[in-house]
T-cell receptor, first 113, second 118 residues
Framework: GDSVTQMEGPVTLSEEAFLTINCTYT??????LFWYVQYPGEGLQLLLK?????DKGSNKGFEATYRKETTSFHLEKGSVQVSDSAVYFC????????????FGTGTRLQVTL | GAGVSQSPSNKVTEKGKDVELRCDPI?????LYWYRQSLGQGLEFLIY????????KSGLPSDRFSAERTGGSVSTLTIQRTQQEDSAVYLC????????????????FGPGTRLTVL
């Protein structure tokens, strides 16, 4: 079945540091890939998405590129802020139809001053 | 409302009791999903409804779990004879189904119901 593997946290960074959270997947066909974020005390929000190979999703300074050859969708940000402290989830779903999301285990990011 | 709403926000129950969790999706969204978020298992899919099609129940962990969606809108997740391992945050999401090349279905999540089974 489909699965998502993401790096374990917690990840602790100083403000303005570079962030990478690794995510790899196993799926049949050509899934859509997502990063969701859960800020403290809030619900899950979509951060960015990519629906086909080589697509780059971006939002709020975060980026991730859909790499079919390495089955990866790593999340990056050039300069993190304290407000980016949250739990980040990589996820996939089948494209083109209503379909469940399969999530990774989540990575907690803590950014300090 | 503008977003997905869930009630109650918190539920504490005793082992063996039945509980019902409610989800109000975004108006017009034809797909509705239930997930469970627990410390040991992360985020797990439970069930989803799409229009008038038979629901995909493949994620339900046992026959104590059931869900219905009335009138294509509100959904209720019922857990019978609750066990301590059912303690988790139950999340509901809805999406506006799109189809075709490159289509995806952004799922909008509610705030969740935190269930504690004593």
């Amino acid at each position: 079945g489909d699965s998502v593997t993401q790096m374990e946290g917690p990840v602790t960074l100083s403000e303005e540091a570079f962030l990478t959270i690794n995510c790899t997947y196993t799926a049949t066909g050509y899934p859509s890939l997502f990063w969701y974020v859960q800020y403290p005390g809030e619900g899950l929000q979509l951060l960015l998405k990519a629906t086909k190979a080589d697509d780059k999703g971006s939002n709020k300074g975060f980026e991730a590129t859909y790499r079919k050859e390495t089955t990866s969708f790593h999340l990056e940000k050039g300069s993190v802020q304290v407000s980016d402290s949250a739990v980040y989830f990589c996820a996939l779903s089948a494209t083109g139809t209503a379909s469940k999301l399969t999530f990774g285990t989540g990575t907690r990011l803590q950014v300090t001053l | 409302g503008a977003g997905v709403s869930q009630s109650p926000s918190n539920k504490v129950t005793e082992k063996g009791k039945d509980v019902e969790l409610r989800c109000d999706p975004i108006s017009g969204h034809t797909a509705l999903y239930w997930y469970r978020q627990s410390l040991g298992q992360g985020l797990e899919f439970l069930i989803y409804f799409q229009g008038n099609s038979a629901p995909d129940k493949s994620g339900l962990p046992s026959d104590r779990f059931s869900a219905e969606r009335t009138g294509g809108s509100v959904s209720t997740l019922t857990i019978q004879r609750t066990q301590q391992e059912d303690s988790a945050v139950y999340l509901c999401a809805s999406s506006l189904v799109a189809s075709g090349r490159g289509a995806y279905n952004e799922q909008f999540f509610g705030p969740g119901t935190r269930l504690t089974v004593l």
